[in-house]
């Protein structure tokens, strides 16, 4: 394994500051929730996009737009309904005449794709030939109007959004967009004592002012500091077995998974363990990543790329329990030294 580079290390201290000036300035307006701010913060500094899922007023708006006045980045939200074409999103050519010469051209009027940090409320209520827009820009960082290609903004996220509850009218996410997502991270109610203060806070005196913090620069910076993250050959060996693991009919699979799963993990899951991993080790100060950062980033990452069979649906079996069951039966190579 090879060590961070000396120039690094710096770095990865101004990471570790700015990950606690950035809670700081976000807790003003968010209370609780604290593992989603870690889950959130982590596929910033990896590059990654998060699919939210929870249901209405938990302030997963006011989450979004708060981050991006701490990075001191453009934010842009859109509603997204079952009318909404992809040039609502990724702008359209009009035709203008020019003043000068009296010529009438068409200019391109760019949409609200060309933002920094994009909120995607409810993706699933749009149609899949907008879905399908949204999926070249998040994976190419470009969107195509006519003929011309245009680029987007650097640093780019989207952050979208979807209701459990409601799904008529919908159109779920097929499996190459939800595969885009780094995270899905599920919002739960917030707690007895979040809930006091949030109320107390809310119907009082306002919420705190955010200030900036960080810049789009300095995300770019820090993207690139992640990938330069050491990450030890039995960690790497670690996301392999995991990843292995959820595929039913290969040979060594747990009886659990081939009883449960239909379908299992790709390799962009095992590419994003690894930047997840290692995200989350800088934002801590840490000099390399760990078996604990893979488990923590463990159930984002896979709970939308493995899927399970009908008889897990028959028997209630979710996807979080099956990556509780991996995460049990699949020790790293130390925990394999202290069992022996």
Known sequence: MSEIPANDLAMV???????????????????????????????????????????PGLAKTLLVSTLAKTLDMNFKRVQFTPDMMPSDIT??????????????????????????????DEINRTPPKTQAALLEAMQEKQVSVGKQTYKLKEP????????????????????????RFMFNIYLDYPKFDELKE????????????????LNGEDVMTFRQIVRRVPMSDHVLDYIARINVATHPNREGTSEFCKKY????????????????????????GQMQATVEDVRAVAH????????????????GIETDQIIDHL????????EKVKAA
């Open 13 to 55: 201290e101004k990471a570790r500051e700015g990950r606690e000036k950035l809670l700081t300035e976000i807790r003003k307006v968010i209370i609780g929730q604290e593992e989603l701010l870690d889950q959130v913060l982590v596929a910033l500094f990896a590059g990654g996009h998060v699919l939210l899922i929870g249901v």
């Open 91 to 120: 702008g359209t050519e009009v035709l203008q005449e020019d003043k000068e010469t009296g010529q009438k051209q068409f200019v391109f009027v760019r949409g609200p794709l060309f933002t920094n940090l994009i909120l995607a």
């Open 156 to 179: 780019f996220m989207v952050m979208a959004t979807q209701n459990p509850i409601e799904q008529e009218g919908t159109y779920p996410l097929p499996e190459a967009q939800m595969d």
């Open 198 to 213: 949030i109320v107390k806070q809310t119907t009082a005196g306002g919420l705190g002012d955010p200030q900036p913090v």
């Open 261 to 284: 799963l239909g379908w299992g993990a790709g390799p962009r899951a095992g590419q994003y363990l690894a930047l997840g991993a290692k995200s989350r080790a800088l934002l801590r």
């Open 300 to 315: 984002c990452v896979l709970r939308h790329r493995i899927f399970t069979n009908f008889t897990a649906q028959a028997e």
């Open 327 to 334: 995460l049990e039966k699949i020790p790293a190579e130390s």
